[in-house]
């Protein structure tokens, strides 16, 4: 049994992330922090949102990671990703729920993969596409962590190497190139269904554009997401001095029946 949590500290908000075994337990005793050791018992025996102390009186919360906070906090990137404020808006984009069944490639660091299991459920599948090794082999690691790699199939390789039998509730393809593939992707794609692409520069969207507007496509978007974030003080509430001011384009479609 093991046990995937997040410490929390009160005094400074700093996040912990570990991975909790008996086995763990018994050979190190103790989870070092900043602010002293909290025995690893404990923090295994503690219940969600209860005040653990170091041995130097601190205090500590424990939780169980949020999936956001495991994507913005612990997640490896070996390539980049896409972030909570793109991938939840690409989830509802692309209609994805519990049992569907949805294709992705490039899996990358498989941060986009995590929320699109997490919405699929135990009943749906993630098919997804990494033709890195080192980059799928992360991926999978990531997703063992978080507990959500049941519902996911990991390929190596590109989604043209592959005979598939059966047609897909969603698409996102987030590649370096992606006009190779969007016939086959097309084909893939259950009618009245969505596709979507994450293109890093307008040029791409223009293309993906052109070659989208060929295949039987409608009901097109196309957008950028922007986050401010606000500091924490009430007296003085305003936003935060520095924000990212791009990440990337996302472009979206549905499929009807020629
Ligand atoms: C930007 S990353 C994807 C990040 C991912 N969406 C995430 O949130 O972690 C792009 C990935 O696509 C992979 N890739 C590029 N071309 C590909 C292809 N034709 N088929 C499958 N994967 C591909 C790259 O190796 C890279 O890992």
């Not at 990991?154 to 190779?180: C, H, Q, R, W, Y």
């Not at 969207?205 to 496509?217: D, I, M, Q, R, Y």
Request: net charge positive.
């Amino acid at each position: 049994m093991k046990k995937f949590v997040m410490l929390y500290s009160l005094d400074d908000h700093k996040k912990y992330f570990l991975t909790i075994t008996p086995e763990k337990i018994e050979k190190e005793k103790f989870f070092t922090t900043k602010d002293g050791k909290i025995s690893l018992k404990e923090i295994f025996e503690a219940k969600e949102g209860n005040i653990l102390k170091t041995h130097l009186g601190k205090k500590y919360i424990v939780f169980k990671p949020s999936l956001m906070d495991f994507i913005l906090h612990k997640l490896k990137r070996l390539t980049q990703i896409i972030y909570p404020k793109d991938s939840a808006y690409i989830a509802l984009k692309l209609d994805i729920k519990k049992g569907d069944k949805v294709l992705e490639f490039g899996t990358g660091s498989g941060a986009l993969t995590s929320i699109f299991a997490w919405c699929v459920g135990e009943e749906g599948k993630v098919i997804t596409f990494e033709k890195e090794k080192k980059f799928m082999e992360n991926a999978k690691k990531n997703l063992e962590i978080i507990g959500l790699d049941k519902q996911v199939e990991f390929n190596l390789g590109t989604i043209l190497e592959k005979d598939f039998s059966e047609k897909f509730d969603a698409v996102f393809i987030d590649v370096k190139d992606p006009l190779p593939y969007i016939k086959k992707a097309t084909n893939l794609l259950k009618e009245g269904k969505f596709i979507g692409f994450l293109c890093p520069t307008t040029n791409q969207v223009s293309e993906v554009l052109k070659a989208l507007k060929e295949l039987p496509f409608t009901d097109f978007e196309i957008c950028e997401i922007l986050l401010r974030r606000y500091k924490i003080n009430p007296d003085r509430l305003r936003p935060e001095d520095l924000m990212i001011g791009h990440t990337a384009y996302l472009l979206f479609a549905r499929k009807y029946k020629k």
